[in-house]
């Protein structure tokens, strides 16, 4: 029986949701927040800077509060709950909830040509599923726990 805590964690495909930056409870979505708490008013300081400090980087502040913002705000519950907000193309999800299947590491017809993914993310989805096979899901989780998620 694989603990529900990793079944939360990581989505069928094999990709990490909890380190999903749309994740509610992800570590980037959590940052971004106490970034942006920390920042306060720092567009005001950023205009002051440019020309203080006198370097153009400050220029650039707007665009990246921007991404900032987008990466606090956005939430997911995760593939197991809900309908992936990124990958709307993703065949996965829906395919290993007919075939009752935890992961696809698990189906018969796997590496199959049902995912939707484009060419970099089918080449992860091959070699994290044969991994999880290879040691097995428990271990998978513990070797890539503190590994980012976008590789
Ligand atoms: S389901 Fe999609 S959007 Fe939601 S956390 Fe997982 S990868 Fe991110
Ligand atoms: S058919 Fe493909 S997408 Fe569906 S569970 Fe099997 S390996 Fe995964």
Redo the contacts with the bound molecule.
């Keep these: 029986m694989i603990p529900q805590q990793i079944l939360e964690a990581i989505a ?2 094999g990709l990490s949701c909890k380190k999903c930056f749309a994740h509610i409870d992800g570590d980037i979505r959590k940052f971004s927040r106490q970034l942006n708490k920390k920042l306060g008013n720092f567009d005001i300081y950023a205009r002051r800077f440019e020309t203080m400090v006198g370097d153009p980087i400050f220029k650039k502040y707007p665009d990246f509060k921007e991404m900032l913002d987008y990466f606090a705000s956005d939430n997911c519950r995760g593939c197991r709950h809900e309908q992936c907000k990124l990958l709307k193309t993703c ?2 999800r829906a ?2 909830q ?2 009752n ?1 935890d992961y ?1 590491y ?7 040509q ?2 939707g993914f484009d060419d970099h993310l089918f080449k992860r989805w091959v070699k994290m ?1 044969q991994r999880i096979r290879e040691v097995g899901i428990e271990t998978y989780y513990e070797e890539t726990k503190d590994t980012p998620r976008y590789v």
Aim: charged content about 30%; proline content about 10%; overall charge negative.
């Design positions: 069928p495909c065949g996965v395919c290993h007919e075939k299947l696809c698990e189906c018969e017809d796997f590496p199959c049902k995912t599923n």
